[in-house]
């Protein structure tokens, strides 16, 4: 047998080896001494793995168990080498590339090896190499291979950086140490992958990985090595840096001058909270997992400590800890990326070229005049922002700059924030035409935004534990403010024309950003936060020197900022009150326009899953029904019987172009009631009266329809006619469950001759219309199916609850109040969204003889947030002891059914 050259992981090259655990020094000689290898292989494996785990769970500092854990799969891979590949290998070379060529391993991370071999015949050495890498899947290690020559890796490594990569880290475990060194002058920087080209390469790798993830690190469930200011992150600097200077770590570039101690020390920190997190990962999950599924935080949370508190949970503590350490690490990349743009790729000759007093311009850079800058005028501080604003060409700031701006942030304090000057530079920033919500994102990066705004930077990384929003509050605020902004670009007019046109019609649209600003900023404090933000954003206001009337305007918006958006999906937006009542909460046009605008920018930038088409369609109705309220005026609005007269007007005149004739509208109409006329508009009655006036009026059986929404494009419209009431929405609902179909609002119109007439609004799981005419077909035969079945009971649904909605458990909770105008009783429901709610619902409002008038359906991540407008059997609203019933009844099958899912 040869002896094997090993380089240990975790040392430079030649290095002694560092101090390990007992049981590692003495692995090797109990391996060699080995009668039966598996077991004796396999068993050492477990033990060591399970040394790890009780050494992490002690506390001991995962920079040590990383590279122990490396050094454990180093000795197994070494003694399995000798064992199993023996001498036919002895002028091959056992290589670790990648991450455990680097020697860093998690409990279970990849094990990637590589065996180089010299030129000549391979084929000799097949059955060694079989017999090896058997025996090591045998012992559970999972093993990623390859088997190459010098010439293939350099082959391969011009062809893919990321081959390069993976090769520039390699260390050798056994075997002939030429080998290894030939490998590398052949991947040298003079023969392939330039630093300059690696650099561009490496960046670019980085800019579509980001892109992958949204350009965000702030998701519900990020990935702890992917996702943006990950541990990926951390390792494009570190492979830029091995490539251009030779570093083989972090305190190596601290020695090239290149990072700060302080720099180092919060690299280094960041990089041991996330490898802590991805150790535990592994740990809990026994696999190679790197997402922060809602499965694994709260486990996370209590395992490392954190306990709930008055308005913070743990989880939310420990997300938070999180996503502040993934923005220190995009920072600090931002920040070293910069630097060695300006050491490899900048024209050091580059002549500087004056912007301002404190600024300049230098290979198309922005750097600051002097050292001094800041601390003679801290208002550049923010200056910095509207300069990178007004010069658009620059592509960002000189790495001694951004050191300056993170040294110097202590400057923005109380004085700074009351000096007017500070005032002008900021609403400047606001009311830039171009680079604002950029700009905004580069002040919250680099901590200006923080300081300035404290409200702020107390949110800076607060998540909150639930599905309806999406990324952190500091991230979704920006999101918003961004979503505004695309309503002030040309470029942008296609996705939402007519909110652009109101948009820059507004006065001032720097009030709505900074609306935007602060209509999440108090969460988290306990309270309202939409009462607590707009104290706090009036008095900002002020401070900056807006009137007194732009200050009160953006209080309102903040204070009302959820208004447009819970009555339009919560409220019966065809009642006349509800839309006057809106109408006076608003008071004028202006505020409706700032506050729509608001809206939308509000719940896109929530959670991309949450916005839809039908949103969009509703919202725009709602808004258009109390703009003409506004212009008919407060003194004189509109009233039920001028409604209805309209609306049947209208209806006629779409009957009458599709040739109906008038005797079939009065047969249909003759069996309707008001309400029916109050809920739906023309358009729909056309169509309705269209389809019922075309059937035999003798024929029982259900009459279903499938088409567009008539006179909107934002849902799917299923009419159903039913002669016998008995079940139909438990029926409908259910049936449109299992189809996978989202119910958004459904109106139930009792008829005269005892008949009722239902109106479902859908949408594919996509949050898109339906398409495909021949699903439509489909839906429509189904739905006769189920409604013409003679049994009182509703099909079952059977489609799985979502893997996140299974983490929360959400109570049960039943609310009643009084809706005297229309004579009927409004029923919210708060419960667990799962399939096959609506349908739990329906037969439990048929069991209390509940006659159902209408629903609106909301669903807000895990939660369903219905709203359903419900009567006794003669029409009247339900009695004290009627409601008792049905919140009992309610609560007991809802309760149930999640306990059954």
């Known amino acids: 047998m040869h002896t094997p050259t090993t380089e240990v992981a975790g040392a430079p090259v030649g290095a002694a080896p560092p101090e390990t655990w007992e049981f590692l020094r003495a692995l090797p000689a109990r391996l060699a001494a080995s009668g039966d290898p598996l077991p004796d292989f396999r068993a050492a494996r477990q033990h060591g793995d399970a040394e790890l785990a009780r050494r992490f769970e002690a506390g001991e500092a995962v920079e040590i168990l990383v590279h122990d854990r490396a050094r454990l799969v180093d000795a197994l891979l070494v003694q399995a080498w000798e064992r199993q590949a023996g001498a036919d290998t002895a002028e091959l070379a056992l290589v670790a590339v990648g991450g455990y060529g680097r020697g860093e391993l998690l409990p279970c991370s990849d094990i990637d090896v590589m065996v180089l071999l010299p030129q000549g015949n391979q084929q000799c050495w097949t059955g060694a190499l079989e017999r090896f890498f058997a025996f090591l899947w045998d012992l559970g290690l999972e093993i990623g291979h390859s088997v190459r020559t010098i010439d293939d890796c350099q082959r391969e490594a011009l062809a893919d950086v990321s081959v390069a990569t993976t090769l520039i880290e390699a260390r050798l475990l056994a075997g002939p140490a030429r080998l290894l060194a030939g490998m590398r002058a052949a991947l040298a920087p003079d023969r392939l992958w330039s630093s300059r080209d690696f650099f561009d390469a490496k960046v670019r790798e980085q800019t579509e990985r980001h892109h992958r993830y949204h350009d965000t690190a702030y998701n519900l469930e990020p990935n702890v090595k992917q996702s943006p200011g990950g541990l990926r992150d951390i390792q494009t600097i570190a492979w830029v840096a091995k490539r251009h200077f030779g570093a083989g770590n972090l305190q190596e570039l601290a020695d090239h001058g290149f990072l700060t101690p302080r720099e180092l020390a919060q690299l280094s920190a960041a990089q041991a909270h996330l490898w802590r997190i991805r150790f535990a990962l592994h740990l809990i999950t026994q696999r190679r997992e790197d997402r922060l599924l809602f499965d694994h935080q709260l486990r996370l949370a209590r395992m490392f400590g954190y306990e709930d508190a008055t308005y913070t949970l743990a989880v939310e503590q420990f997300m938070q800890r999180y996503y502040r350490t993934v923005m220190t690490v995009a920072w600090l990349n931002e920040l070293l990326l910069q630097l060695f743009r300006e050491e490899i790729l900048a024209d050091r000759d580059a002549p500087a070229v004056p912007l301002s007093p404190s600024f300049q311009e230098r290979d198309e850079y922005l750097e600051v005049t002097s050292p001094e800058v800041f601390v003679r005028n801290p208002g550049a501080l923010l200056e910095l922002f509207v300069v990178l604003q007004q010069n658009p060409r620059l592509r960002g700031v000189r790495a001694n700059t951004l050191r300056l701006v993170t040294e110097n942030l202590w400057l923005i304090d109380e004085e700074f924030r009351q000096h007017p000057r500070n005032h002008r530079l900021f609403l400047e920033i606001l009311r830039a035409p171009a680079g604002v919500t950029h700009e905004l994102r580069r002040m919250n990066l680099y901590g200006v935004l923080g300081r300035y705004i404290p409200a702020f930077g107390r949110i800076v990384g607060r998540m909150q534990y639930d599905l309806f929003h999406a990324y952190t509050v500091d991230a979704h605020t920006l999101f918003v403010v961004s979503n505004l902004r695309r309503f002030a670009l040309e470029r942008y007019d296609h996705e939402f024309p007519r909110l652009a046109q109101i948009f820059r019609a507004l006065p001032r649209p720097e009030l709505a950003y900074l609306a935007a600003l602060f209509h999440d900023l108090a969460k988290g404090r306990g309270g309202d936060h939409s009462e607590l933000g707009a104290v706090d954003a009036e008095a900002f206001?002020?401070?900056?020197?807006?009137?007194?009337?732009?200050?009160?305007?953006?209080?309102?918006?903040?204070?009302?900022?959820?208004?447009?958006?819970?009555?339009?999906?919560?409220?019966?937006?065809?009642?006349?009150?509800?839309?006057?009542?809106?109408?006076?909460?608003?008071?004028?046009?202006?505020?409706?326009?700032?506050?729509?605008?608001?809206?939308?920018?509000?719940?896109?930038?929530?959670?991309?899953?949450?916005?839809?088409?039908?949103?969009?369609?509703?919202?725009?109705?709602?808004?258009?029904?109390?703009?003409?309220?506004?212009?008919?005026?407060?003194?004189?609005?509109?009233?039920?019987?001028?409604?209805?007269?309209?609306?049947?007007?209208?209806a006629r005149e779409l009957l009458a172009a599709e040739r109906v004739a008038a005797a079939a509208i009065d047969r249909v109409w003759?069996?309707?009631?008001?309400?029916?006329?109050?809920?739906?508009?023309?358009?729909?009655?056309?169509?309705?009266?269209?389809?019922?006036?075309?059937?035999?009026?003798?024929?029982?059986?259900?009459?279903?329809?499938?088409?567009?929404?008539?006179?909107?494009?934002?849902?799917?419209?299923?009419?159903?006619?039913?002669?016998?009431?008995?079940?139909?929405?438990?029926?409908?609902?259910?049936?449109?469950?299992?189809?996978?179909?989202?119910?958004?609002?459904?109106?139930?119109?009792?008829?005269?001759?005892?008949?009722?007439?239902?109106?479902?609004?859908?949408?594919?799981?996509?949050?898109?219309?339906?398409?495909?005419?021949?699903?439509?077909?489909?839906?429509?035969?189904?739905?006769?199916?189920?409604?013409?079945?003679?049994?009182?009971?509703?099909?079952?649904?059977?489609?799985?609850?979502?893997?996140?909605?299974?983490?929360?458990?959400?109570?049960?909770?039943?609310?009643?109040?009084?809706?005297?105008?229309?004579?009927?009783?409004?029923?919210?429901?708060?419960?667990?969204?799962?399939?096959?709610?609506?349908?739990?619902?329906?037969?439990?409002?048929?069991?209390?003889?509940?006659?159902?008038?209408?629903?609106?359906?909301?669903?807000?991540?895990?939660?369903?947030?219905?709203?359903?407008?419900?009567?006794?059997?003669?029409?009247?609203?339900?009695?004290?002891?009627?409601?008792?019933?049905?919140?009992?009844?309610?609560?007991?099958?809802?309760?149930?059914?999640?306990?059954?899912?």
């Open 541 to 650: 206001c002020l401070e900056q020197g807006l009137s007194p009337y732009d200050g009160r305007l953006v209080a309102w918006l903040v204070r009302h900022h959820l208004a447009l958006s819970v009555t339009a999906q919560k409220k019966d937006i065809a009642d006349p009150q509800v839309v006057n009542a809106f109408a006076r909460l608003v008071g004028d046009q202006t505020h409706l326009d700032y506050l729509y605008v608001l809206t939308v920018a509000d719940v896109r930038g929530t959670n991309p899953k949450l916005w839809n088409s039908w949103k969009a369609s509703l919202f725009d109705e709602f808004h258009e029904r109390v703009r003409q309220a506004l212009r008919r005026g407060l003194e004189s609005p509109i009233d039920r019987e001028q409604l209805i007269a309209e609306t049947q007007s209208q």
């Open 670 to 901: 003759a069996g309707l009631t008001d309400d029916y006329f109050l809920c739906y508009s023309a358009a729909e009655v056309a169509w309705h009266t269209a389809r019922l006036g075309a059937r035999d009026p003798a024929d029982p059986s259900p009459l279903v329809a499938v088409a567009d929404q008539p006179g909107h494009g934002g849902a799917t419209v299923i009419l159903v006619h039913t002669r016998g009431r008995r079940h139909s929405f438990a029926r409908t609902t259910a049936a449109l469950d299992q189809l996978g179909l989202s119910i958004v609002d459904a109106r139930i119109t009792p008829t005269a001759d005892g008949a009722s007439l239902d109106s479902y609004l859908v949408l594919e799981d996509t949050g898109l219309p339906i398409c495909d005419r021949q699903r439509m077909a489909g839906i429509e035969r189904l739905l006769r199916q189920a409604l013409a079945v003679a049994s009182s009971d509703a099909p079952a649904v059977a489609r799985r609850v979502p893997r996140q909605v299974r983490m929360f458990t959400t109570p049960t909770q039943v609310a009643f109040s009084a809706d005297a105008a229309n004579r009927r009783t409004i029923l919210e429901l708060v419960a667990g969204d799962r399939p096959g709610l609506l349908s739990e619902v329906g037969k439990v409002l048929w069991d209390q003889r509940v006659e159902l008038r209408g629903a609106k359906i909301m669903t807000v991540g895990e939660r369903a947030e219905d709203v359903f407008y419900v009567t006794d059997e003669g029409g009247g609203p339900l009695e004290a002891p009627r409601q008792q019933a049905l919140a009992e009844s309610l609560t007991r099958a809802l309760d149930a059914r999640d306990a059954a899912a």
